[in-house]
Every structure is written in structure tokens, then in C-alpha cells.
């Protein structure tokens, strides 16, 4: 609470949202929607599983093909999701 300064309510919401524990919980509900936006509607929709569990991104994928290319594409995905999400969401990938 200010008692020098008035603040408009989009200036507290825009302040709450950039801290960093709500900002990673905002990124983190994105996550299916950054996923396909990242590799695309095809890969998405062969995706079975996306969890995200201290750092790590587990994804389950239905094509053994599409799965050898993303694990040799792993590290570029998880810097373009971060880059995405605005923070640091993802530290390693796991492919299955």
C-alpha cells in the first residue's frame, strides 16, 4: 500500500505478474500452447504427455521418427521455449 503515489491497477497487476515465481506459474500454464507454437501443429498432435516436474520437461511422443529428431534437437528446443516463456522454465528435456 502507497500513500504517495496513486497506482492504476493495470500498473499492480503488470507489477505482480513480473515476479518471478508467478511469472514461471503463468509460463507454465502456457506450456501446451508454447509447445506447439515451438515444433509445430503435426508434432503437437503427436505428442501423448507434456509435464513439466522441477525443471525438467518430460514429453511422450507417439513417432519413433519424430522422436529421434527432437532428441538431437533437445537443447535448441529448451532455449526457444525458455526464450518463449520469458524465464528460465525448462533446464533439461527428456524425449520418450
Given amino acids: 500500500m ?32 508454447t509447445w506447439r507454437a515451438v515444433v509445430g501443429d503435426q508434432v503437437a498432435d503427436l505428442t501423448t504427455e507434456l509435464r513439466l516436474e522441477n525443471h525438467v520437461l518430460y514429453v511422450r511422443l507417439q513417432s519413433s521418427v519424430i522422436r529421434s529428431e527432437l532428441f538431437y534437437q533437445r537443447d535448441a ?4 521455449i525458455n526464450r518463449r516463456s520469458g524465464v528460465r522454465l525448462v533446464n533439461v528435456l527428456i524425449i520418450r
Avoid at 503515489?5 to 514461471?24: D, H, S
Avoid at 528446443?77 to 526457444?80: F, I, S, T, V
Fill in 2 to 33: 502507497r500513500r504517495t503515489k496513486t497506482m492504476l491497477i493495470g500498473e499492480v497487476l503488470e507489477e505482480f505478474f513480473k515476479r518471478p515465481y508467478v511469472a514461471a506459474k503463468v509460463a507454465e500454464g502456457k506450456l501446451p500452447d
Fill in 77 to 80: 528446443l529448451r532455449d526457444e
